[in-house]
């Protein structure tokens, strides 16, 4: 019988944010695989609790993984946990839980902690549609190609950004997406905990203190598919419109009720114009 893999969620500042269930989990597993161990020892210790532990991070995730699959093929239950929130969203975890999945190993989540999440329901932005992009790319094209593809989304937008490149960040996206409202959830849960809520270019007027986590979320809306449509149809003549519909298959009677509508003019006028079509 294969053991269980525990992807378990830990605080991400205020260590009382740890769920009852987490502990008893932490308390019961076989081995514990962190981040890093000198961290998470801090959070055992709080808990006082002492268990196996075995470092697993993103450099040496390959090995690792094999290593901890093994395990729990040999029956052994193992808690992952990150240094701070839930394993598998901009941490490691990813990785070994595909595996997990191929050897038909029990994957069981234990909810708690999200950064992005209490930074969303908190910003006071839009939660019904949201896309987290992690951490943007360190690699300048890939940085601007994934700020391009941002600038087309019709939602809340949510990244994690370091300290020492927040201004920098705040720059690009000043001259990608203008000068739009932003909120900046820094610290989550500490004692410092902050949200600020101002246009890009007021932020980097008063940035300060740029130490801690930084959460970037702002709303994005871009011209909807048919915005798009009826803005390139305002562009073309009637002629070029007939032509566009006859392209993409519409029927003539269809073609004749679309210009009519989107030029706002009787149906009888075109009708008349594209009699011999």
Do not use: W
């Amino acid at each position: 019988m294969t053991g269980k893999l525990y992807l378990i969620a830990t605080p991400i500042g205020n260590l009382g944010d740890i769920t009852y269930r987490a502990v008893e989990i932490l308390k019961t597993v076989d081995l514990i695989a962190a981040e890093d161990t000198r961290h998470s020892l801090k959070l055992l210790n709080y808990l006082d609790i002492s268990k196996p532990m075995i470092s697993y991070h993103r450099h040496n995730e390959d090995t690792k993984t094999k290593e901890l699959i093994k395990i729990l093929k040999e029956g052994k239950n193992i808690g992952l946990i990150t240094d701070a929130g839930t394993p598998g969203i901009s941490d490691p975890g990813e990785e070994i839980v595909k595996e997990a999945i191929k050897e038909n190993i029990e994957i069981v989540p234990i909810p708690g902690a999200c950064a992005l999440i209490n930074a969303l329901i908190a910003s006071g932005l839009n939660t019904k549609e949201f896309a987290f992009y992690g951490f943007l790319p360190l690699d300048k094209k890939l940085r601007n190609d994934k700020l391009e593809d941002i600038k087309i989304q019709n939602k809340t937008i949510i990244f994690y950004e370091a300290p020492h490149r927040l201004e920098k960040t705040l720059k690009e996206m000043l001259g990608i997406f203008g000068d739009i409202e932003i909120v900046i959830a820094k610290e989550i849960t500490k004692i410092h905990e902050k949200f600020i809520r101002e246009r890009i270019s007021k932020i980097l007027e008063n940035l300060g203190d740029v130490k801690g986590e930084h959460i970037i979320l702002f709303e994005m809306h871009s011209k909807t598919e048919k915005e798009k449509e009826t803005e390139r149809l305002n562009n073309m003549t009637l002629e070029e419109q007939y032509q566009y519909y006859v392209n993409i298959g519409l029927a003539k009677k269809e073609i004749i009720k679309k210009i009519a509508k989107n030029n706002k003019v009787p149906k009888d006028e075109i009708y008349k114009q594209f009699l011999d079509k």
